[in-house]
């Protein structure tokens, strides 16, 4: 089955520690993106990437790092730099710029929380 | 990408056809009109798309206005499964995609 993974679904971490979230792809897809979401929110962009070895920052990118060494990888680090990191958080794949019907397809999640 | 605006909540009988506005009144001619739903806990699941004319999947239907400034997605007989978010959104042909806080849709038996 193709499809998007992120692991685990539920993450603890004490403050001042920096995590990685996990987010894999086997739909061949170029492009990939990370959102945040809090409660009632709708999501907000925190990096994407059009290809691999490069990527960019998004609305809220302060206190978040990422690499994109492989197509089907793109690994999340929420570092203590970031405030309030406790979220939930969505990783997301789509076909690559200048396709029209590039709608994206999302992983299901992971939830942060950081005591 | 145009900014849209939805209403919070809407509720909608077990059965009956679901129809959730949305207004993107500063649509540019090649931004497409995409809708989402993200039902509790889970990542946002794409239903249709559209650019100008009214589109129909096995999910649900798309009408886009003529002068393109709002649209209407229709859930032709809704269920309790359909209970979620519902998010509009506008964007051209490139990746990034903005999503507001949607419309809450809840079916009731």
């Known amino acids: 089955d193709g499809g998007i993974t992120q692991s685990p679904k539920y993450l603890f971490r004490k403050e001042g520690q920096n995590v990685t979230l996990s987010c894999e792809q086997n739909?061949?897809?170029?492009?990939m993106y990370w959102y945040r979401q809090d409660p009632g929110q709708g999501l907000r962009l925190i990096y994407y990437?059009?290809?691999?070895?490069?990527?960019q920052k998004g609305d809220i990118a302060e206190g978040y790092s990422v690499s994109r060494e492989k197509k089907e990888s793109f690994p999340l680090t929420v570092t203590s730099a970031q405030k309030n990191p406790t979220a939930f958080y969505l990783c997301?794949?789509?076909?690559?710029?200048?396709?029209?019907?590039?709608?994206?397809?999302f992983g299901p999640g992971t939830r942060l929380t950081v005591l | 990408d145009a900014k849209t605006t939805q209403p919070p909540s809407m509720d909608c009988a077990e059965g009956r056809a679901a129809n959730l506005p949305c207004n993107h009144s500063t649509i540019s001619g090649n931004e497409y009109v995409y809708w989402y739903r993200q039902i509790h806990s889970q990542g946002p699941q794409y239903i249709i798309h559209g650019l100008k004319n009214n589109e129909t999947n096995e999910m649900a239907s798309l009408i886009i206005t003529e002068d393109r400034k709002s649209s209407t997605l229709i859930l032709p007989h809704a269920t309790l499964r359909d209970t979620a978010v519902y998010y509009c959104i506008v964007r051209a042909s490139y990746d990034k995609v903005i999503f507001g806080p949607g419309t809450s849709l809840s079916v009731i038996p």
């Open positions: 990437s059009q290809i691999v070895n490069d990527f």
């Open positions: 997301a794949s789509s076909t690559g710029q200048g396709k029209i019907y590039n709608e994206q397809f």
């Open positions: 739909l061949n897809h170029d492009a």
